[in-house]
């Protein structure tokens, strides 16, 4: 939230011009139940002092060189920027820059302002068309897809529409460096007498990375927009911007109506997750101060909502204010639970598992894979990785691993004989950083093929886990993780199953043991990584009868 922007570029009319895309911001991460804080201006100002995944600044124009200093140093040492609209276009007093203050994290050059946020006058001068041609993840994605596929009743079914009208403040950019999306801006100008047309072709999404991190940026006022008409497609363009730039998922995933507001809060060594029924019988009606007050006169409760936590070391989970214990489901993603009934306003509390729990949690995991002789491959497919076992030393140095973390880090990664799962020895990482991968070579994949990661860990310190990362070229594209290990010093099997749905440009993978959270004491042996066989399709039978 910048109240800079409020007040200088918001001028005499902040609501419009500002204040009604923050609202849109909110109301897009929210209804898709993502995790969201409020970072202010002032602690741009003096530097971040949380921990972020992704910083979201829709339309955030006027920002001073301290700000934008400080967005520079985030990214650069490995975090996540989605930007939109002006966002850097004029300094902290609003007077106008010549170009983006953020031109070198955004890769991309202002060419031309267009206004096309009143409905009414679309067409009668021209317009903007959000173009999505098929053929990449965010035209392919289910929502969107539904979104295009609202026509006029005229058009052939066969032929679906690739484009919906935008109605926002645009801008058409150049893209300087980084990735141009195929997604478009198709801009049409009309001529007031003779009504002859004029199309300009722009960039609607531009990817980038600077330093270590990765950078989004959409040169249309989408937020604004989302909180002005509130279209389904808009809100979800939103959500893929912030989950494409992300370096982790969220920590719980959850799955309701959009109605249901979902906010998960680290207390100590557990998680809760807020859960509140946001249907009212008032109608959300707009208060009047002094005025009128609504209550709610009924509740309307919402069944089986699912939520599905990432870090597997939790293994208890109760209902509260009831208390009542809910059962675990292995997934995938992680520890999935069920909360049967929502009336107004409930918790789901997950806390670290004790030894019953942990049994349950060893039994539900794939294990890992037994160690192959030094050379060996394991049965039925072949380890991709080179050295998964950690044998080829150089020194204490391991000579097909490299490590990587931010410029701050004090991490060391070194050959370890410290009690490693099976021959000589195994991937020891030690220090503090926000995160540290100790990572092995890239590994070409093939389009559309799944693969199986595999490999022990221990911890006893730090949020540690394996990892899977997607490139396209030299360009990241996201990661899938493991199971994260408990940090008790015992050896642990983690798994993971890539993700080609998600990342279906990747050409590449690369594999990591990671490690998160400040201090790092993490061990990693016996990893491995094989394409798993499709499966083999099923004959159906089908018989007259009863």
Not at 19 to 33: D, N, P, S, T, W
Not at 494 to 505: K, Q, T, V, W, Y
Request: proline fraction near 6%; charged fraction near 20%; charge should be positive.
């Amino acid at each position: 939230m910048s109240e800079k922007t409020e007040l200088w570029y918001g001028r005499d009319d902040p609501k419009n011009r500002y204040v009604k895309g923050v609202y849109g911001a909110f109301q897009a991460m929210l209804e898709r139940h993502l995790p969201a804080s409020l970072v202010t201006d002032r602690e741009l100002e003096t530097g971040l002092k949380e921990r972020y995944r992704v910083l979201f600044m829709p339309n955030c124009a006027a920002m001073s060189d301290a700000e934008m200093e400080t967005v520079r140093r985030y990214v650069h040492d490995g975090g996540s920027l989605v930007a939109t609209y002006e966002t850097s276009l004029v300094d902290e007093r609003g007077r106008p820059r010549k170009d983006f203050g953020l031109a070198d994290l955004f890769h991309s050059r202002r060419l031309k302002s267009i206004d096309t946020r009143s409905m009414a006058a679309f067409g009668a001068t021209g317009g903007v068309d959000l173009v999505m041609p098929p053929g990449n993840a965010w035209s392919a994605d289910p929502v969107i897809r539904r979104a295009l596929d609202v026509r006029d009743v005229s058009a052939p079914v066969s032929e679906p529409a690739p484009s919906v009208p935008l109605h926002s403040g645009v801008l058409l950019v150049a893209p300087t460096n980084g990735t141009a999306s195929p997604l478009r801006l198709r801009a049409t100008a009309r001529d007031a007498a003779t009504g002859a047309a004029s199309v300009t072709n722009a960039v609607a999404v531009v990817e980038s990375s600077y330093g270590k991190g990765k950078v989004i940026y959409i040169p249309y006022d989408v937020t604004w927009s989302y909180f002005r008409y509130g279209h389904e497609l808009l809100g979800r363009v939103v959500e893929l911007a912030i989950r494409s730039a992300a370096s982790a998922p969220p920590p719980v995933e959850v799955e309701a109506p959009t109605i249901v507001e979902a906010m998960p809060q680290v207390q100590g060594d557990r998680l809760v997750v807020h859960l509140l029924n946001d249907i009212s019988s008032s109608g959300r009606s707009q208060t009047v101060a002094g005025e009128s007050l609504y209550i709610r006169r009924e509740v309307i409760p919402i069944h089986g909502i699912r939520l599905t936590f990432r870090d597997h070391s939790f293994g208890r989970f109760r209902l509260v204010p009831s208390g009542k214990a809910l059962e675990p489901a292995w997934t995938a993603g992680g520890w999935r639970v069920t909360v049967p009934r929502l009336d107004l306003h409930c918790m789901v509390v997950a806390e670290r598992g004790g030894k019953a729990w942990q049994a349950r949690r060893s039994s539900a995991i794939p294990k890992a894979p037994a160690r192959p002789a030094p050379g060996a491959t394991p049965a039925g497919s072949a380890n991709l990785l080179r050295d998964g076992s950690f044998e080829a030393r150089d020194g204490a140095g391991l000579t097909a691993w490299h490590l990587a973390q931010p410029t701050a880090g004090t991490v060391k990664m070194t050959a370890s004989t410290d009690a490693p799962v099976a021959g000589s020895s195994c991937m020891a990482m030690r220090g503090a950083s926000d995160w540290a991968c100790g990572e092995g070579q890239r590994v070409p994949v093939r389009a559309g093929a799944t693969y199986l990661l595999r490999g022990s860990a221990r911890a006893t310190r730090g949020d540690v886990f394996l990892q899977i990362s997607y490139w396209q070229g030299n360009e990241w594209l996201g990661m899938t993780q493991s199971n994260a290990v408990t940090t008790d010093g015992t050896w642990q099997a983690c798994a993971a199953i890539s993700e080609p749905d998600r990342f279906p440009n990747a050409t590449h993978l690369t594999v990591s043991g990671t490690a998160r959270g400040g201090a790092v004491e993490a061990w990693f042996d016996d990893l491995s990584l094989v394409e798993l066989a499709a499966a083999k399709p099923t004959r159906s039978v089908s018989r007259a009868g009863r």
